[in-house]
T-cell receptor, first 117, second 112 residues
Framework: SAVISQKPSRDICQRGTSLTIQCQVD?????MFWYRQQPGQSLTLIAT?????????ESGFVIDKFPISRPNLTFSTLTVSNMSPEDSSIYLC??????????????FGPGTRLTVT | AQSVSQHNHHVILSEAASLELGCNYS??????LFWYVQYPGQHLQLLLK??????LVKGIKGFEAEFIKSKFSFNLRKPSVQWSDTAEYFC??????????FGGGTRLMVKP
């Protein structure tokens, strides 16, 4: 399988600031996704990062709060804007397609643990 | 909207005990089913998956899961757990689109 890396692995940020999280895959993939895992909870899909076009957001998530870029088939960024303590979560990137010949099979990055004070 | 339920939030077992973790989903159409595992300090890994065919699927590390369509269930099993199976287990469902819906997770602790 491909190697998926995320930067930073963790960060502590002040409220009102923004943080950009990077996701890098070592091979081209069809789909890239961003999830949030709040403390003690399961994973929730934030959006699908579309290459060359605007991301597709799930209900409850908006572009102004979570702008996403995907300039090519191996890289994506998620920005958490104007942060509040409620944004403290683990943010995960996942990928599908490309190295995995099986559709709908997603592989996850190591996650970015964000704490907002 | 589809939903996924995992009945047990925390499970504690002794080594060599048998394991069964429940997973039920709400979507009535064609589904793809997954179990993911997250070991302490590690990232989420795919344990096994079901797309079609034999409803009993085998994954890594001796895990298996059975898809019972009539019960909308995809329970995870292992005949004899080891201390190294201590982890959090997530059931996930995809309705042939791209969106993966996760259950709430089950924390398994195996006592040596």
């Amino acid at each position: 399988s491909a190697v998926i890396s995320q930067k930073p692995s963790r960060d502590i940020c002040q409220r009102g600031t923004s943080l950009t999280i990077q996701c890098q895959v070592d091979s081209q993939v069809t789909m890239m996704f961003w999830y949030r895992q709040q403390p003690g909870q399961s994973l929730t899909l934030i959006a699908t990062a579309n290459q060359g076009s605007e991301a597709t957001y799930e209900s409850g998530f908006v572009i102004d709060k979570f702008p996403i870029s995907r300039p090519n088939l191996t890289f994506s960024t998620l920005t958490v804007s104007n942060m509040s303590p409620e944004d403290s979560s683990i943010y995960l990137c996942s990928v599908e397609g490309g190295f995995s010949k099986t559709p709908y099979e997603q592989y996850f990055g190591p996650g970015t643990r964000l704490t907002v004070t | 909207a589809q939903s996924v339920s995992q009945h047990n939030h925390h499970v504690i077992l002794s080594e060599a005990a048998s394991l069964e973790l429940g997973c039920n989903y709400s979507y009535g159409g064609t589904v793809n089913l997954f179990w993911y595992v997250q070991y302490p300090g590690q990232h989420l890994q795919l344990l096994l998956k079901y797309f079609s065919g034999d409803p009993l699927v085998k994954g890594i590390k001796g895990f298996e899961a059975e898809f019972i369509k009539s019960k909308f269930s995809f329970n995870l099993r292992k005949p004899s757990v080891q201390w190294s199976d201590t982890a959090e287990y997530f059931c996930a469902v995809n309705n042939a689109g791209n969106m993966l819906t996760f259950g709430g997770g089950t924390r398994l602790m195996v006592k040596p």
